[in-house]
């Protein structure tokens, strides 16, 4: 605990020093997420990560995430000095996207409008019409829809069909999928929903449809913790990632949270309810690359250019 401590205020010095600010979601370890609201940095979803990045006046930050996050804070802020705590923490919906091959795609139905999802790579987002977050992909489509736009969409397949099915747009979809929220389990979330009869379900739609089925409350990481405030039940199942029961506790003291179930428990199933990704930010690496300035983001200046677009559309849209 001590050793904590110090290194919590060896990171508090560096970044007073560093004029640095660090961005976190909800998904890394918790004493990040503490660390940035103490020290004036913001822990949020990835559409507020996007803007918080792109408004604060710091000349570097810090994104405690995964990697398409600090792209797109460079994207949107290239004079920005993009740090992250560890450059191979990646997203199974980014890798399951490969540029190349999405492009091909995107040739190959050149009537539809591409929409995709934040967890992609720059060179993906360059070659978008819309990026969009969980928070406001329905609204979104449900725009570009009453446009009379058909769709492309990638990579989520279940944030796809989840909001196919909301707005009745024309989607064509990518068949990616995250591989945590991939595991959770419909028939025995609706067991444990018959033994927690009061408890309300908070789901994040990158699960499968079959558990979106069963929610309550559909949103982004912003979102449910949000519900998990605001209603007025005292249990809840959350079926995303276990890093968000953190600030859920934080943000509703007195109620009581059950992870929903997944297809293993954490002694056979490595990512299941956490992401592997997001659990590669630490204390110490946050530390270290304060410290050394190393595992700087970089995006090619040309496909920042591009990706830019699709992202703005976005942000001017939620403004
Ligand atoms: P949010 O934008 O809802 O925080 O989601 C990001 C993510 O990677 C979920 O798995
Ligand atoms: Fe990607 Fe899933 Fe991890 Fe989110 S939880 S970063 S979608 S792999």
């Given amino acids: 605990a001590a050793e904590k ?18 961005v976190a979601h909800y998904y890394v370890d918790g004493d990040l997420q503490d660390l940035a609201e103490e020290t004036g940095g913001c822990v949020s979803d990835s559409l507020e990560m996007a803007r918080f990045g792109r408004d604060h006046p710091a000349k570097t930050l810090v994104v405690a995430g995964v990697r398409f996050m600090g792209e797109t804070a460079k994207i949107l802020s ?38 995709v999802y934040a967890n992609t790579s ?4 360059a ?28 990579p989520d397949k279940h944030l796809g069909s989840y909001i196919q099915k909301q707005t009745g747009a024309d989607m064509l979809l990518w068949q990616g999928s995250c591989l945590v929220h991939d595991e959770f389990k419909g028939i025995e979330l609706d067991l444990l929903k018959a033994e927690h009869p009061e408890a309300r379900v908070l789901v994040h739609p990158e699960s499968p449809a079959n558990v979106v089925a069963l929610a309550d409350v559909v949103g982004s990481t912003t979102q449910l913790i949000n519900a998990a405030q605001t209603m007025d039940a005292t249990t809840f199942i959350v079926a995303t990632d276990n890093g968000i029961l953190h600030k859920m506790r934080a943000a509703a003291p007195g109620k009581h949270f059950i ?36 595992n700087e983001i970089h995006v090619d200046p040309h496909v920042g250019k591009e990706a830019v677009r699709a992202i703005d559309r976005m942000l001017d849209f939620a403004a």
Avoid: Y
């Fill in 5 to 22: 401590t110090a290194l919590k205020e060896r990171i508090k010095r560096l970044l007073k020093e560093r004029e640095a600010v660090l």
């Fill in 127 to 154: 070659r978008a019409d819309w990026m969009v977050t969980s928070s406001i992909g329905l609204d979104i489509v449900a725009h570009l829809h009453a446009q009379g736009k058909k769709i492309l969409w990638a």
């Fill in 78 to 115: 290239p004079e920005k000095r993009i740090l992250m705590p560890d450059l191979d923490a990646t997203c199974s919906l980014d890798l399951g996207c490969p540029a190349d091959e999405f492009s091909r795609f995107c040739d190959a139905h050149p009537d539809r409008t591409v929409v």
């Fill in 259 to 294: 992870e929903a179930p997944t297809a293993g428990n954490s002694a056979t199933c490595k990512s299941c309810a956490h992401c592997p990704w997001m659990a590669m930010n630490g204390l110490q690496n946050l530390a270290d690359v304060l410290e050394s300035g190393s």
């Fill in 122 to 125: 720059a060179a993906v987002k």
